[in-house]
């Protein structure tokens, strides 16, 4: 139950910012993505610039101290698929995440997140992972 208010408190932190400060991901010509919820992950999605960034870091640190549940900052990834150049150390300062280059590639829950060009190889990982798990 906890871990249910938890997450509701931090869906209406973010829809209320959303409304004015995070802009998210356009994925296409009228949809926008700016946070996807899964358990007890959370991916956002934003443009390459501080002002953004601090205000997730703030909603999440927010939660945080409401619900004493913490973001592992060692756990923790800033994927971005723009030039961050100038505010990349910014970021990783004030926000005290990793940052990575989509281009550079990530694995989310066993699946290789990249912007194109996926590929029969890119999917063994996880299909390997049923089998094993259909096998017994």
């Known amino acids: 139950m906890l871990f249910l208010m938890v997450i509701d408190s931090l869906n209406r932190k973010v829809r209320d910012a959303k409304a004015m400060e995070i802009l998210g991901i356009k994925v296409s010509k009228r949809i926008t993505i700016s946070y996807l919820m899964f358990v007890d992950d959370l991916l956002f999605g934003g443009r390459a610039n501080l002002a953004e960034w601090t205000v997730i870091h703030c909603i999440i640190s927010s939660v945080g101290r409401d619900s004493r549940l913490c973001m592992n900052g060692l756990k923790s990834l800033l994927i971005h698929n723009g030039n961050i150049g100038p505010v ?3 970021i990783r300062f004030h926000l005290g995440v990793g940052l990575r280059h989509l281009d550079e590639g ?6 290789i997140l990249k912007p ?17 798990k259909l096998d017994g």
């Open 88 to 90: 990349k150390e910014d």
């Open 106 to 111: 990530c694995t989310y829950l066993g699946f």
């Open 116 to 132: 194109k060009n996926y590929c029969i190889k890119d999917w063994e990982p996880l299909v390997n992972r049923f089998q094993k």
